[in-house]
């Protein structure tokens, strides 16, 4: 699959003022209500600028084509359920390990599989666009917060503690998207739910020295 290069997707300008967040925040509702309501198909930036209320300037000034503004959706995702998962993780804070493994996994599992249509709708668009660089640094972002709550755990003795933590970030997210790219039904959701914290806590366990 030919991916854009991410740099040529970069919006154009960020908005310096309250008024320019507003505009964009404007175009970002815009952009998830046509999606829903039409699809990806029929998506236009013109569809968008008037959903808005903004003229096809001012969208042009944030986003050159549509490609723009639907990976600059696709990221936003990432980065709230990046926070969402933050979040999360200092609610954990103190508890011991096996409980930090499967609070994380279940905290993941919530933040991927939102019943939220739009979250649905986007996540269905990301294999459209490289985002290496975007899950690599997600990635840093979650194994440091793990790293962090493990040192804070009263029960925890690792000999590589920041190893442990990285993988079990790549545990939870690894087992979350196979299952959600490939095989998505009720049942194997249901499955992964229950299983995937005991998997996280059997690991966890067995990494202590």
């Known amino acids: 699959?030919?991916?854009?290069?991410?740099?040529?997707?970069?919006?154009?300008?960020?908005?310096?003022?309250?008024?320019?967040?507003?505009?964009?925040?404007?175009?970002?509702?815009?952009?998830?209500?046509?999606?829903?309501?039409?699809?990806?198909?029929?998506?236009?930036?013109?569809?968008?600028?008037?959903?808005?209320?903004?003229?096809?300037?001012?969208?042009?000034?944030?986003?050159?084509?549509?490609?723009?503004?639907?990976?600059?959706?696709?990221?936003?995702?990432?980065?709230?359920?990046?926070?969402?998962?933050?979040?999360?993780?200092?609610?954990?804070?103190?508890?011991?390990?096996?409980?930090?493994?499967?609070?994380?996994?279940?905290?993941?599992?919530?933040?991927?599989?939102?019943?939220?249509?739009?979250f649905q709708t986007l996540y269905g668009i990301a294999a459209e666009f490289d985002l290496q660089a975007s899950m690599e640094r997600v990635l840093a972002q979650m194994s440091e917060a793990f790293s962090s709550l493990l040192a804070a755990a009263p029960d925890a003795h690792f000999s590589d503690r920041d190893a442990v933590a990285f993988m079990l970030a790549v545990l939870i997210g690894g087992s979350v998207r196979m299952v959600l790219d490939a095989a998505a039904s009720p049942d194997n959701l249901a499955c992964l739910r229950q299983e995937l914290p005991c998997a996280c806590r059997a690991y966890i366990a067995a990494a202590q020295q």
């Open 1 to 118: 699959m030919n991916r854009p290069d991410p740099l040529l997707l970069k919006p154009r300008k960020a908005p310096q003022q309250t008024r320019s967040a507003a505009t964009l925040e404007a175009i970002h509702t815009a952009t998830t209500q046509v999606l829903i309501a039409e699809g990806v198909a029929r998506l236009t930036t013109a569809r968008v600028a008037e959903r808005a209320g903004v003229s096809i300037g001012t969208m042009y000034q944030y986003y050159p084509n549509k490609q723009a503004l639907l990976f600059a959706m696709v990221e936003q995702q990432l980065e709230t359920v990046t926070n969402f998962m933050l979040a999360a993780a200092e609610q954990l804070r103190g508890q011991d390990a096996g409980t930090v493994a499967e609070g994380l996994a279940l905290a993941w599992l919530n933040a991927k599989t939102s019943d939220s249509e739009a």
